[in-house]
């Protein structure tokens, strides 16, 4: 018979399937990518509710600075997905006793700022130019589980909005992740 892990392993492969197609569409364009009027202030709420649990579990501090309100133009799920990707990344390869700090900001051109800045384990030089290509897991990150898809698809979702993902890294100095809409 099928054991639960059997089970489980298939979950776990439709649904790595299923974000290689949402990745590959977003990135050709072909998924719809709804212009609604999106509140990212609330988005970054919620996001940080979401992710309170586990970082208390974890040890770790979840802060937040942002407006009441900022409106921007975009598609409310997709960009949900984006923060929560980049927040499990911060918390995930955070060690307990650190900090997670997500801030919201405009800059001078009206663009908006998002950055997810952590005290975590960093990335190294080497690493910085690949995090974002598909499956690609740094070395100090394998004991973490993960397939290595979730900041290919966030740059896709950032992109598809006009805008982008970089990240400012070094090893045992934190992350910063900051998107730019
Ligand atoms: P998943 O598909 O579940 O998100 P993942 O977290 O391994 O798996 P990505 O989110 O795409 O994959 O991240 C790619 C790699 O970049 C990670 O495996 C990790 O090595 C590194 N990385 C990403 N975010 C951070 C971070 N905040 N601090 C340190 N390393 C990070
Ligand atoms: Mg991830």
């Given at each position: 018979a099928m054991g639960a892990s059997t089970i489980e392993e298939c979950a776990r492969l439709l649904d790595m399937i299923n974000t290689m197609l949402v990745i590959s569409k977003t990135e050709a364009g072909v998924e719809k990518v709804s212009h609604d009027k999106v509140d990212i202030a609330a988005l970054i709420g919620n996001a940080c509710e979401l992710f309170e649990p586990l970082a208390e579990e974890k040890n770790v501090g979840l802060r937040r600075r942002a407006p009441e309100k900022t409106i921007v133009s975009g598609d409310a799920r997709m960009l949900q997905r984006m923060l929560a990707n980049i927040l499990d990344n911060a918390v995930k390869y955070t060690p307990p006793g650190g900090e997670v700090e997500i801030s919201l900001s405009e800059s001078e051109k009206k663009d908006i700022i998002i950055a997810i800045r952590d005290s975590g384990i960093g990335i190294s030089e080497t690493d910085v130019p690949h995090v974002?290509?598909?499956?690609y897991r740094c070395d100090r990150s394998?004991?973490?589980?993960?397939?290595?898809?979730g900041l290919s698809l966030a740059r896709a979702i950032a992109r598809a909005h006009g805008g982008d993902i970089t990240v400012r890294s070094a090893l045992d100095q934190g992350s910063t992740f900051t998107v730019t809409l």
């Amino acid at each position: 018979a099928m054991g639960a892990s059997t089970i489980e392993e298939c979950a776990r492969l439709l649904d790595m399937i299923n974000t290689m197609l949402v990745i590959s569409k977003t990135e050709a364009g072909v998924e719809k990518v709804s212009h609604d009027k999106v509140d990212i202030a609330a988005l970054i709420g919620n996001a940080c509710e979401l992710f309170e649990p586990l970082a208390e579990e974890k040890n770790v501090g979840l802060r937040r600075r942002a407006p009441e309100k900022t409106i921007v133009s975009g598609d409310a799920r997709m960009l949900q997905r984006m923060l929560a990707n980049i927040l499990d990344n911060a918390v995930k390869y955070t060690p307990p006793g650190g900090e997670v700090e997500i801030s919201l900001s405009e800059s001078e051109k009206k663009d908006i700022i998002i950055a997810i800045r952590d005290s975590g384990i960093g990335i190294s030089e080497t690493d910085v130019p690949h995090v974002f290509e598909r499956f690609y897991r740094c070395d100090r990150s394998r004991s973490q589980p993960g397939t290595g898809l979730g900041l290919s698809l966030a740059r896709a979702i950032a992109r598809a909005h006009g805008g982008d993902i970089t990240v400012r890294s070094a090893l045992d100095q934190g992350s910063t992740f900051t998107v730019t809409l």
